[in-house]
């Protein structure tokens, strides 16, 4: 995951030498995890994150440029995770991980765009429960903690 940030900052950090398009400083608080969603807006999502065009243009700056590239990547690891089998402590690898990388997307884009990227990733982690004999998840406050954590390690 924190190679994943490293590209992605690198990526963020040419596009502004090349567009000259400052980032927007944005809401230090972030979104909790999937805590007010109930199953009806998940399913919404889910549809929403299918019908997602990844390669559809992106508008000629900064964020979309980065949503682009992020669009992509998470569409390759929804991918990614309907063609493997997972272990219960696989699939709460995969929570942790698309939490985080939720997280960190929230601090190249706009709160509008991170939401379609939000969708891919719980998509991602749905196709993983699938995929899993026994899927036993974190609870949400569980996954706070330990992005929290990781995050505090950085």
């Given amino acids: 995951e924190?190679?994943?940030l490293k590209e992605v900052h690198a990526f963020d950090a040419q596009l502004a030498n090349i567009l000259g398009d400052p980032r927007k400083s944005r809401p230090s608080e972030r979104r909790p995890l999937n805590r007010f969603k109930d199953?009806?807006?998940l399913e919404i999502e889910r549809l929403v994150a299918k019908k997602l065009q990844i390669f559809a243009p992106i508008p000629f700056n900064r964020n979309g440029?980065?949503?682009g590239i992020l669009r992509i990547a998470f569409k390759a690891l929804y991918e990614y995770m309907r063609?493997?089998?997972f272990a219960k402590f696989g699939v709460q690898q995969i929570q942790v991980d698309c939490a985080f990388?939720?997280?960190a997307a929230r601090?190249?884009?706009e709160s509008e765009d991170a939401g379609a990227l939000d969708s891919l990733?719980?998509?991602a982690l749905t196709s993983a429960s699938r995929r899993?004999?026994?899927p036993a998840l974190i609870d949400v406050d569980g996954v706070e903690r330990i992005v929290a954590a990781r995050k505090q390690g950085q």
């Fill in 2 to 4: 924190t190679v994943i």
């Fill in 39 to 41: 199953s009806m807006e």
């Fill in 65 to 67: 440029a980065i949503v």
């Fill in 83 to 85: 063609e493997e089998m």
């Fill in 101 to 103: 990388l939720a997280d």
């Fill in 107 to 109: 601090i190249f884009v």
């Fill in 121 to 123: 990733l719980d998509e």
């Fill in 132 to 134: 899993c004999e026994d």
